[in-house]
Structure formats: C-alpha cells, structure tokens
C-alpha cells in the first residue's frame, strides 16, 4: 500500500481527486456551475488554455520555455480581424485567415528559435523581448482598439459546434492527442526529452540539435496563433490585450500536470488535468462572486506546490515512505 507521501508524487493521479472534489464542492455551493451555459463557457476556457499548454509540454520538456505566447495570441487575433475588416475575406475567405493567423504565429516561434537555436541566448530572455516586441505590435496594428466584423463562417468553425460539442474543445482534444503521440510514440519525442535531459549527449550523437530546437518553437509560435483564432471566434472580436498572461496560465498547467521545469520529463495527460483543474478554479472564483485577484493569488500558490512536490527532495521523500 502507497503512502500519501509516494501518492502525492505521481502527479497524474494526485490532480483527479481535486477536480472531483471541487466539482462536488460546487454542487452545494452554486446551482449554475453544472448548468449547460456554464460547461460551454468553461470548456471553451480550458480548450484555448490547453491549445497552447499542448505545446509548451513539448517545449518544456525540451528543455525551453515560451513568454511569447500570449501575445502571439493577441497578434494573431489582431490580424485575422484585420483580414475581414479590409474584405480580404472576399479573396480567401475563411482559411485564409486560419493560415494568417497560425502562419503568423510560425513566424513569431521562428524569430525565438534562432534567437535561441542558433544566437544562443537563454529563452527566458529571448522570449521576454519577443513577449514585448510582439504585443507591441499587436496594439500598432489595431491602433489599441477592439476590433469586430468576423464573419459568421470563421466563427462557426472555431467556436460553433460540431455533434453537440464546441469546436474549441475539438481543437484542443486534437491538439493533445497528437501533442502526446508525438511525445510518447515517435523519435521526436524521445529526441525532445533527451535535449531535455542531457543536451551534450545528443550533439554527441550527431543530432541536429539546433533544427530540433528551431522546430520546438515554431510548433509552439503556430499552436499560440490557433489559441488566438479560437479566441478571437468565442468573442467574435480582438482586443488589443487578448492573450495578456497566458503564458503563465499555460507554464502553471504543465508544470501542475508533472512536467518537469528542467526538462527531460513531459505528460500531456498530466497537463489536460492541470488545465481543467485550473479553468475549475477559476470558473468557481467566478461564480462564487470572489475577486479576480484571488485566483492570481492561487495560481501561484498551486504553481509553487506544484514545483515542490516535483524537486528532487521530495521525491527522495517519496521514496523513502514508500
């Protein structure tokens, strides 16, 4: 028999019991939160959320981090609502600006992995420049205003529903399912967390470290241009600070899940917990009428027992009780 010490350290397992028990909390505590209203509105939150935490699985698990995402979020939703208000729609209709936006993305993700890949500098402060230099774009181009007109195709295709079920969470169900085949059943997974764990042995090995990098964050760049296509579709509008802290969100539900801030361990299972025990929280916030600020407050807390439960001194804890 497990003790709750080792229990606690397969993180997959330990995230089920708290999402069980807020959902039962919630029941007596609110009568909206099972309501069909609720559930979309929530599913749609989680789905852009894990859209991108998808790929900062893989990222992570790389060994690299991406700041830069939430405002490729909002760069790509700024563009495609520019697409529509200038008629380009008449041209390329909707698929174009699903290429803009997630090409746009591309592009962003690039920019990092050859300022990472082949420069070499730390992406923390790669991405932190890029975080900046891109949201500052994002307000160039709008001119710091809300933008509207999409039409009523690109909206259905990423926020209407397919067989009852939101076309967001089918994006993010196919973003996750071939994030975790990926990671788990094909060499580039097994390459990307063994730059993870041991970058030398690779460069030893003969393998192209640098493209592998340069890959990893141009996934990462299109996965965030999707996440804002989605986004801007569920508002049928693009703000000039959508996409503001999604970053965060997307780093606290990897690491929630169990993927290792070090790198060389990743679980996409883990991260789709970590990203509807997350919406939970803050859809219960939400509903129970508590200020905004306490969930930033919880999510840090989460993130810093998240990382506690995965150092090294707790797993030798773990090991011990168990």
Not at 112 to 141: D, E
Not at 156 to 183: D, H, M, Q, R
Not at 212 to 238: F, N, Q, R
Request: glycine share 14%.
């Amino acid at each position: 028999m497990k003790s709750p010490v080792s229990f606690l350290s397969e993180r997959n397992l330990q995230l089920l019991p708290a999402i069980i028990v807020i959902a039962v909390a919630m029941t007596f505590l609110t009568d909206s939160f099972f309501s069909t209203q609720n559930i979309i509105n929530l599913a749609n939150r989680v789905s852009i959320n894990l859209i991108i935490a998808a790929g900062m699985t893989l990222l992570i698990t790389s060994g690299g981090i991406d700041l830069s995402v939430g405002s490729i979020v909002g760069l790509s939703s700024s563009i495609a609502a520019l697409y529509f208000q200038n008629g380009y729609d008449s041209i390329g209709g909707t698929f174009g600006a699903a290429v803009l936006g997630i090409g746009v993305g591309a592009l962003v993700g690039l920019a990092n992995g050859v300022l990472i890949a082949l420069l070499n500098i730390p992406a923390f402060i790669a991405t932190l420049g890029t975080m900046l230099a891109v949201r500052g774009l994002v307000f160039i181009s709008s001119g710091g205003r809300t933008i509207m007109g999409f039409s009523d195709g690109y909206t259905n295709l990423f926020s209407g529903f397919s067989f009852g079920i939101p076309n967001a969470v089918i994006v993010a169900g196919c973003t996750v399912l071939l994030a975790g085949f990926v990671l788990n059943h094909t060499v580039t997974g097994r390459l990307l967390q063994g730059l993870g764990g041991n970058e030398r042995c690779l460069y030893t090995a003969g393998i192209r470290v640098k493209r592998l990098k340069l890959g990893a964050y141009v996934v990462m760049g299109m996965l965030a241009g999707l996440a804002g296509l989605t986004l801007s579709a569920s508002m049928s509008a693009a703000e000039p600070f959508a996409g503001s802290w999604y970053e965060l969100d997307a780093i606290a539900v990897v690491v929630l899940g169990g993927t290792s801030l070090a790198g060389g361990r990743g679980t996409v299972v883990g991260t789709t917990l970590g990203a509807i025990l997350l919406g939970m929280v803050a859809n219960s916030i939400n509903l129970l009428g508590i200020s905004a600020y306490y969930q930033t407050f919880l999510v840090g807390v989460m993130i810093m027992l998240a990382i506690v439960i995965g150092s090294p001194v707790f797993a030798r804890q773990a090991s011990k009780a168990h």
